[in-house]
């Protein structure tokens, strides 16, 4: 019956106290809650994100795929460390641990470098979950110890070898080739019950991330993963404030785009006003709620799921 | 046929894989955060039977594979051949290959009904009911008054097909098999 709701109503005020939770964790922090729009004249730039169209006054616009954007341009005109905690949407995202439309705590944090962030992240989840056993690793050193396999310095073949027994004769790209053996190899290979934080990933994965050069030549994202019992629960960056590369990125992405997507001149004015030195995170709400409950289907803690909706 | 993106992959939907057409048991979304979505699919083999696992990038396509199932009454067999009625009024007959009946031919069983598979108008695959009745052709003595407890005894059925049976059963017998498990249920009420 589908005029039911997808969770049950215990699982309703889990959620109520889990946003009350975080409430509570920021306000000690000093940390400003806020609101930005839902509905946004700019698409996301990321080629690996389908923002959901909608029309408002005549004109084209977009649900959000995070709050990104506009919370960047808030930091930008001076708000401090700021968060949020608001849907988001993504189309043709569903399945056990995706619902097109879903909920999501993205905070900002003023001069912390990613270290500091990652730690501060780790008590905000760990305290919640009553996990505080916590594992840091390197994207290499996670591909190498869980897929055997250095991601920096394999051939394009040898990545291709490796994915031939998922995909059969499809042809995929490097960066392909590494999210399928993240996805499907290293993923559930992770130690259980541990706060997994897997960081300094290629810098052709840097999203909005700032990029750099370690020792061995390799270029670097500063941006970091949590992973909890093989679910993916946050993606955060040391933001990267530089207009001009922020607009090279915007290009490549666009490049890569199968529907033209303009780029957010809002959001590269306020870059080009100046962001603040800082490091933001966005952590998916449904799944810590899944973990928290020890629920399989993420259908289970929605009050109702897109089959719903 | 029609071709189907990833995101109309859903359980029961039929499809090519390779030259063998597929029924999708299972899709799960797959895709690390800022990274490429898959599809990640379980799929059977409707002519082998074997559950092949693969990943699909999102938004790639599969051609949809002509594959019905339809309700067919068993006939007789030639030696070479399984033959089979359509029991939609067409009266239709088909023959189908011994490797698409395979281990059904256990429960094959005249004027019985089974649910026979058509890929490109020929059966690929022949199911039984859950439940068939059978004669038993041969299998030890009964023993009187072992209705209870006790241990068990080869019996075979008309079709050939061996089944562990109570001590009580005599030959002439017709048994309830669970076809699913290949398990004696009980006597058949007569």
């Not at chain 1, 996805?183 to 290979?189: A, D, K, L, M």
């Not at chain 1, 080009?272 to 803690?301: N, Y």
């Not at chain 2, 490109?120 to 041969?138: K, Q």
């Amino acid at each position: 019956m589908l005029w039911q709701p997808s969770a049950d109503i215990n699982t309703l005020r889990a959620r109520a106290d889990f946003n009350a939770y975080i409430r509570d964790f920021f306000r000690l922090r000093d940390v400003l809650e806020v609101e930005t729009p839902l509905l946004s004249r700019a698409a996301v730039s990321d080629a690996n994100l389908l923002p959901l169209a909608a029309t408002c006054l005549s004109k084209a616009c977009y649900l959000q795929t995070s709050p990104e954007y506009p919370m960047k341009r808030l930091l930008a005109a001076g708000s401090g460390d700021i968060y949020q905690i608001c849907k988001v949407f993504r189309d043709e995202e569903l399945g056990k641990r995706h619902n097109p439309e879903f909920s999501m705590l993205e905070y900002y944090r003023l001069h912390f470098d990613l270290q500091t962030l990652k730690d501060e992240v780790a008590q905000l989840v760990g305290d919640y979950l009553n996990i505080q056993r916590r594992l840091d690793l390197s994207y290499r050193q996670a591909f190498i110890k869980y897929a055997r396999l250095d991601p920096f310095l394999a051939t394009d073949d040898e990545l291709q070898m490796r994915v031939q027994p998922f995909v059969g004769a499809l042809q995929l790209n490097r960066d392909e080739c590494l999210d399928l053996l993240i996805s499907h190899v290293v993923e559930p290979n992770l130690p259980k019950d541990t706060l997994v934080f897997i960081g300094q990933y290629p810098a052709s994965q840097a999203a909005l991330a700032q990029t750099y050069e370690n020792d061995s030549a390799d270029m670097l994202a500063q941006r970091f993963e949590l992973y909890v019992n093989g679910l993916e629960l946050a993606n955060g960056y040391q933001e990267l404030t530089d207009v001009s590369e922020q607009k090279r990125r915007f290009a490549k992405e666009q490049a890569q785009c199968a529907q033209a997507r303009c780029a957010d001149e809002h959001f590269l004015q306020a870059l080009a006003h100046g962001l603040p030195d800082c490091s933001g995170v966005a952590l998916g709400l449904d799944r810590i709620l899944m973990l928290k409950l020890q629920l399989k289907d993420i259908s289970e803690v929605l009050s109702f799921d897109f089959a719903r909706a | 046929m029609a071709n189907y993106s990833t995101n109309e992959f859903k359980s029961g939907l039929k499809v090519m894989l390779e030259g063998d057409p597929c029924s999708i048991l299972e899709n799960e979304l797959v895709k690390p955060g800022k990274g490429q979505a898959f599809s990640r699919v379980k799929l059977r083999n409707l002519k082998t039977g074997r559950v092949w696992e693969r990943t699909f990038k999102s938004g790639e396509k599969l051609e949809g594979a002509d594959v019905m199932d339809y309700d067919m009454e068993y006939l007789y067999a030639d030696g070479e051949f399984f033959h089979f009625m359509a029991t939609d009024g067409s009266f239709e007959q088909y023959a189908a290959p011994v490797e698409a009946v395979a281990d059904t031919k256990n429960w094959l069983k005249e004027q019985e009904a089974y649910e026979v598979t058509l890929f490109n108008g020929a059966p690929i695959a022949v199911s039984a009911p859950n439940f068939v009745e059978l004669e038993v052709v041969e299998t030890d003595p009964g023993l009187k008054g072992d209705t209870a407890q006790g241990g068990t005894k080869p019996a075979f059925l008309t079709t050939g097909a061996m089944v562990r049976v109570p001590l009580f059963i005599n030959i002439g017998e017709v048994l309830r098999i669970d076809t699913r498990t290949g398990e004696y249920v009980s006597r058949a009420k007569v």
